[in-house]
């Protein structure tokens, strides 16, 4: 039995306050943090995405250096479960309404174009043909993201699902858990333009989009009930 204390590895789903979040890591690991941003999953094709976290898993199974205590970014944590088989692990991760998260991450990358290049293929295209925030939610590419990206990883294995809605309050919870309270509600998330309401769009859409993405906002309950469970 391993007697290396656990790992803290940290799924940043887009657009579900992971940069305020970061920053709560980054101020209590400081160097023993590692940031992960290197896959990019969401511009990724499907089957290129799983097989770069694969090979990307089986490669780092020859070691991570040994003062690293965290790891948080943009991934599929199955990489991470390869490359730490054998190794006590704490996965974290947080969840936000998926309609919620889809037209934020829309509206994200309309204010930014300057990410909208061929080293991010899904984005460059969404940029060159123009897509509508209806072609965006309810095309293939990012049905279900959450499912996407927990790919040959079972959500039951995190120790802990934040929600981005409850931000604050669900930090204290991490922090008490897993940082010996030293991250608080001080840690206000990075961008505020996640309220909501800042972008209303039609019911009758909300429930195509709901729909098109059945399976993770099937995932979102579990997560939300999950929480309340905790107390």
């Known amino acids: 039995m391993s007697t290396q204390s656990p790992l803290l590895v940290s799924l940043h789903m887009p657009k579900t306050a992971g940069t305020s ?7 209590h690991y400081g160097a023993q943090l590692r940031e992960d941003y290197s896959m990019l999953p969401i ?3 499907r089957g290129v995405r799983e097989w770069n976290a694969v090979r990307a898993g089986l490669a780092a199974r020859r070691g991570l250096p040994a003062d690293i205590r965290a790891i948080h970014g943009h991934f599929l944590p ?15 991760t947080w969840l936000r309404d998926p309609v919620e998260r889809l037209v934020s991450n829309y509206h994200y990358w309309r204010r930014n174009p300057g990410g909208a290049t061929p080293a991010q293929p899904v984005r460059y295209r969404m940029a060159q043909e123009g897509w509508s925030l209806e072609r965006f939610c309810l095309g293939p590419e990012f049905r279900n993201l959450y499912k996407q990206y927990l790919w040959g990883f079972p959500p039951g294995r995190f120790a802990f699902i934040g929600i981005t809605e409850r931000y604050e309050e669900d930090l204290v919870v991490f922090a008490r858990c897993f940082l010996d309270g030293a991250a608080t509600a001080a840690h206000a998330r990075a ?8 972008y209303r769009i039609e019911l009758s859409l909300r429930a195509r989009i709901e729909h098109h993405h059945a399976a993770d906002m099937v995932l979102y309950r579990w ?3 999950r929480v309340l469970a905790r107390g």
């Open 43 to 45: 511009n990724r094709q």
């Open 191 to 198: 961008n505020p333009e996640r309220d909501s309401d800042r």
């Open 78 to 92: 199955l990489m991470y479960r390869i490359a730490l088989r054998g190794r006590p692990v704490h996965y974290v």
């Open 223 to 225: 997560a939300q009930d």
């Open 21 to 27: 979040f970061a920053a709560a890591l980054r101020e």
